[in-house]
């Protein structure tokens, strides 16, 4: 057995170096380019549907009120015709949009979420609600029902909402085919430029490709950081904008460098592209800071320290650890007892693999998982990792000799890291967290890769859904970040629902 790992380990060295000098040079981590960049929706699309919508409220209301008589009958009925509520929805529609113009819903803002559209959706409906029941008051007309306006309300806030939770849908859909994506690129690589960074890389569905980052730092500037890549310095901005096609440029430099920031605001500006600026209030985690309103002066309010999931936060998502454990349990038995008879049966050795890492705080621990190489695979660990050109912080080598072949097919399933569900029952790792990195790999990490130690390490997370063992190490590292300064228990059970079929389809797993 020995002899024929070691046969094998030599062919595969031999073909990665015969693969190096037939095939030209090329970066395997390069983001894809997006396809022809479209259009999304026209601007004129949520403005015209909310008018719609609102004689749709209308008809369904009259309906309610004199087919249907909810709460209330009407006392004759054949006197009621719709002709004469048209001329108070025609006003109803037109104070919506004016209403909704006003108050910046029809504007494009990334990021904003579907409960704020809600809210000033339902401001919008009871003004203009208010102003019809004062014309009702005032024009005195003959056949009119004050109830049927409560159902206009009703009915048009659900129909307004639910086009908003549609729209985002068909954005998103958009957006993952290329279409409506702005290509950004970011001035400045640091603390407050990385922040920038996690977000549009966690959040694809706001619909922003970064291609790059430009810094006066020739440490920053020239050194790729994952898949993103450095552009250079900052007199090259002019021309960087061009050569990719750049449509927002994000700068993050420190506000100490304000001259600066003007002059490159203006060179960018120029170009014909938008330019958005970001504050790093002193170096602060952007989630730190809040801004309030001292009549038309902003006031920043300043957080505390580093984000930490503890107290309450920290119940309930070991609540939810253990819960979906418990109704899962039927199901981990029956692939825990065939994974280990499969093992046992295809290759000599232990059915468990133990590996040290590092969790939360830095505190070591043992994690579990179904072996999937042959034993003492370690030793040849540093051999192809220098022969592949892997990252030693995070080494992925795809066909990979050590590996068995009941051990290739557990990994690209995950079946081998059901183990770690003791890890997660001992208190050591959770369903949901970063991915915990080895004491060797820790070693070789700079401080600020070290911040995805501040949250309890996960089995999965949004490094698993963003491409499993596609993403480098820096990207990686930047997910983890964000996933600790931005938990809450609806973004752990979105990584949950996303992580299924990203493990069914087998995506970027070896």
């Known amino acids: 057995m020995r002899l024929n790992i070691e046969d094998a380990v030599e062919q595969y060295l031999e073909q990665i170096d015969s693969d190096k000098t037939s095939q030209p040079t090329s970066d395997t981590h390069e983001f ?5 960049r479209k259009p999304p929706l026209p601007r004129e699309f949520l403005p015209i549907a909310d008018v719609l919508l609102s004689f749709v409220a209308f008809g369904l209301a009259y309906i309610a009120r004199y ?4 709460f209330r009958p009407v006392l004759d009925p054949s006197s009621a015709s719709f002709a004469p509520y048209l001329p108070y929805a025609a006003v109803y529609a037109a104070m919506l949009y004016l209403i909704y113009h006003g108050n910046g819903l029809y504007r494009t803002v990334r990021g904003r979420s579907l409960m704020e559209e809600a809210y000033i959706v339902s401001n919008g409906v009871a003004t203009a609600t208010v102003i ?3 014309m009702f008051f005032v024009f005195q007309p003959l056949v009119t029902s004050r109830l049927m306006l409560v159902y206009v309300a009703a009915i048009t806030i659900g129909l307004l909402v639910t086009l908003r939770v549609i729209h985002r849908m068909i954005l998103a859909h958009l957006r993952s085919k290329g279409i409506g994506v702005q290509r950004v690129l970011i001035v400045g690589a640091g603390e407050t430029g990385q922040a920038v960074l996690r977000v549009m890389m966690a959040r694809k569905d706001l619909g922003y490709h970064v291609v790059g980052y430009v810094d006066d730092n020739p440490d920053r500037g020239n050194v790729d950081l994952g898949r993103v890549k450095g552009l250079g310095n900052l007199e090259n901005l002019r021309s960087t904008i061009r050569k990719h096609h750049v449509d927002l440029v994000v700068v993050t430099l420190p506000w100490s460098y304000h001259d600066r ?12 592209i938008e330019v958005r600026a970001v504050p790093d209030v002193f170096q602060l985690n952007l989630r730190q800071v809040h801004v309030e309103n001292l009549d038309g002066i902003p006031l920043l309010g300043i957080g505390g320290g580093e984000r930490r999931i503890t107290g309450t936060d920290r119940l309930i998502k070991r609540l939810i650890d253990l819960g979906l454990i418990i109704l ?3 199901v981990l038995l029956v692939l825990f007892i065939a994974a280990a008879i499969i093992i046992w049966i295809d290759s000599p050795g232990p059915v468990f693999y133990t590996a040290r890492r590092v969790g939360e ?19 040849y660990r540093e051999q192809l990792i220098e022969a592949t050109g892997e990252d030693p912080r995070h080494p992925k080598i795809k066909n990979d000799p050590r590996v068995t072949r009941v051990g290739a097919f557990i990994r690209a399933t995950s079946i081998d890291e059901l183990p770690q569900l003791i890890n997660v029952l001992r208190g050591e790792m959770s369903l949901v967290g970063p991915r915990p990195p080895t004491p060797a790999e820790l070693q070789l990490y700079q401080p600020w890769h070290r911040q995805r130690l501040q949250a309890i390490p996960g089995m999965t997370g949004l490094w698993q859904v963003s491409g499993r063992s596609d993403v480098p190490f820096d990207e990686m590292c930047l997910l983890d970040i964000y996933y600790v300064e931005n938990w809450s228990v609806r973004l752990d059970l979105q990584i949950l629902v996303m992580t299924l079929p990203r493990v069914l389809l087998r995506q970027g797993a070896y």
């Open 328 to 330: 899962a349990l039927p």
């Open 132 to 134: 019809l029941l004062a």
């Open 67 to 70: 087919d249907l008589t909810i």
């Open 261 to 272: 920031i003007l002059s490159l605001v203006r060179t960018a500006r120029k170009t014909g």
């Open 361 to 379: 705080g830095g505190r070591e621990f043992d994690m579990f998982k179904f072996r999937s190489m042959i034993p003492e695979a370690e030793k």
């Open 32 to 36: 894809p380019l997006p396809p022809q």
